[in-house]
C-alpha cells in the first residue's frame, strides 16, 4: 500500500476517532477514480480555487477502509 492510501486511511481513522467519520479532500481528475475504489463520492462541483475535485468518504466508507487496512491500529 502506498504512501497516499495510507494517509487517507489515516485520515479515516482520526475522524472516527476524533469527529464523525468524514473525510473530505479535493482530488486531480486523473485521481478521482482511486478515491471512488476506496468508498468516496464527488462532493459537488469543481473547486474554481484549485481545479481539484472534492470527494467525500462517509462514515461508512471510513469505518470499512479503517476496519479492512488498518485492522492491526495505527
Do not use: E, R
Given at each position: 500500500m502506498g504512501v497516499g492510501k495510507t494517509l487517507v486511511f489515516f485520515a479515516?481513522?482520526?475522524s472516527l476517532e476524533h469527529?464523525?467519520?468524514?473525510?473530505?479532500?479535493s482530488s486531480k481528475?486523473?485521481?478521482?477514480?482511486?478515491?471512488?475504489?476506496?468508498?468516496?463520492?464527488?462532493?459537488g462541483f469543481k473547486d474554481d480555487v484549485d481545479g481539484g475535485h472534492p470527494m467525500i468518504?462517509?462514515?461508512?466508507?471510513?469505518?470499512?477502509?479503517?476496519?479492512?487496512?488498518?485492522?492491526?491500529?495505527?
Open positions: 479515516c481513522w482520526y469527529f464523525d467519520g468524514h473525510v473530505m479532500l481528475t486523473s485521481k478521482v477514480p482511486l478515491y471512488q475504489g476506496m468508498g468516496a463520492f464527488i462532493g468518504f462517509y462514515p461508512q466508507s471510513s469505518k470499512k477502509n479503517v476496519n479492512t487496512y488498518l485492522s492491526g491500529g495505527v
